[in-house]
Structures are given as structure tokens and as C-alpha cells.
T-cell receptor, first 113, second 113 residues
């Protein structure tokens, strides 16, 4: 089945550690996105990529890094520079043309312990 | 700031009632709008979309209305069911080809049996 897969579903991190969240899609979508969601809040854009080997900062990119070495994969690294990393992280993909929806993964809940 | 927002953070209804969720947008260049439903602990899922050349679009039990004059979007759910309980987001696409889904804070719909 085609879709977008995030792993792991739950992730625990010690303060000062970097962690990487996985996002894979087999929808042949050019565009991929990472969002952060805090309780009772909307989705805030962290990074997005519209083509392999290229990506752009979103509204809250500080403390995060990404790579897009393959069309299917867009991993997000939460670095130790991110002051408040505990949140629900959502990955999405879409085709590049504007009149289409984004497809979301099931999310990764990151908790700093 | 956000260009897409919602008037009410929480909406409580009785099962069987009709629900109306509102959304305001600020960018008059937006030409495509989507409503997403997010159940607890999951990623958002597409419900219905509408292009700017339309005023109304109907799906199964859902209707989206677009008022471009006042930059307002609404989602109507007929005969609301407990399974409709979720957070609802509207998202907009600004015309020009670079599609970056932009979300508001969301409205939590609570359906009481």
C-alpha cells in the first residue's frame, strides 16, 4: 500500500542528546514537510523540501536539521540546541502542484527525560 | 503571524446535531483550501477541499463553504456522530505553485452521546 511512514511512534531522549526521526514515503511525492505540534496548538512548520538535495527552513527551524538524500526519505534530527523538544512531530508529503492535499504520517511523540 | 486561524478552539455538540467549524484566512491570493481531521495521537487526514472559484462543495455528511469577500471558510458536519470527535484544521495554499500547507490552531469538536 502507498503511504507515508514515521518511526518510531514514541521516542525518549535524554537532555543533551541528538535524536533522529524517520520519515519514508512511497507515494512518489516531490515535496516533504516536518511539522511540530504542541498540546492544544496547531501545526508549525519546521523544514520542507521540494526536491532531492534541497530543503528550506520553516517557521521554527532553530535546533533542528534535515537531509533529503533520497526522494523517499526526509529524516529530522532534533539537536541538543533545541531548548524544548518535547512535542508531537508530524511528517507530510505532497505533489508540487498546489491543488492537492498533503498526506501525513502517524507522528512521533518525542519526550525529553 | 498565522494567515489561517480559527474562531473557536472548542465546539461541543450533541450527537445528531449539525456542527459548524469556522476558519478565517488573511491572504487573498490563496486559491485552494483543505479541511483536515486529526484524531487523538494520529496524523491529520484529508476531509474535503475547495478551490477559490467555488463557493460550496459537498461531500458525505460534510459541506465546505467559502466566502472570499470576507475571507472566511466553514466546515459543516451533518448529523454529527461520536466518531466525528477530533481536532479540525483548515489549511490554505497560496497561488503561485509553491505549495506549503499552512495551518491554523484548530478546533476541537466534542460530540456528546
Amino acid at each position: 500500500d502507498g503511504g507515508i511512514t514515521q518511526s518510531p511512534k514514541y521516542l525518549f531522549r535524554k537532555e543533551g542528546q541528538n535524536v533522529t526521526l524517520s520519515c519514508e514515503q512511497n507515494l512518489n511525492h516531490d515535496a516533504m514537510y516536518w511539522y511540530r505540534q504542541d498540546p492544544g496548538q496547531g501545526l508549525r512548520l519546521i523544514y520542507y523540501s521540494q526536491i532531492v538535495n534541497d530543503f528550506q527552513k520553516g517557521d521554527i527551524a532553530e535546533g533542528y536539521s534535515v537531509s533529503r538524500e533520497k526522494k523517499e526519505s526526509f529524516p529530522l534530527t532534533v539537536t541538543s540546541a533545541q531548548k524544548n523538544p518535547t512535542a508531537f512531530y508530524l511528517c507530510a508529503s505532497s505533489i508540487l502542484q498546489g491543488t492537492t492535499e498533503a498526506f501525513f504520517g502517524q507522528g512521533t511523540r518525542l519526550t525529553v527525560v | 503571524g498565522e494567515s489561517v486561524g480559527l474562531h473557536l478552539p472548542t465546539l461541543s455538540v450533541q450527537e445528531g446535531d449539525n456542527s459548524i467549524i469556522n476558519c478565517a484566512y488573511s491572504n487573498s491570493a490563496s486559491d485552494y483550501f483543505i479541511w483536515y481531521k486529526q484524531e487523538s495521537g494520529k496524523g491529520p487526514q484529508f476531509i474535503i477541499d475547495i478551490r477559490s472559484n467555488m463557493d460550496k462543495r459537498q461531500g458525505q455528511r460534510v459541506t465546505v463553504l467559502l466566502n472570499k469577500t470576507v475571507k472566511h471558510l466553514s466546515l459543516q458536519i451533518a448529523a454529527t456522530q461520536p466518531g466525528d470527535s477530533a481536532v479540525y484544521f483548515c489549511a490554505e495554499n497560496i497561488g503561485g505553485g509553491s505549495y506549503i500547507p499552512t495551518f491554523g490552531r484548530g478546533t476541537s469538536l466534542i460530540v456528546h452521546p
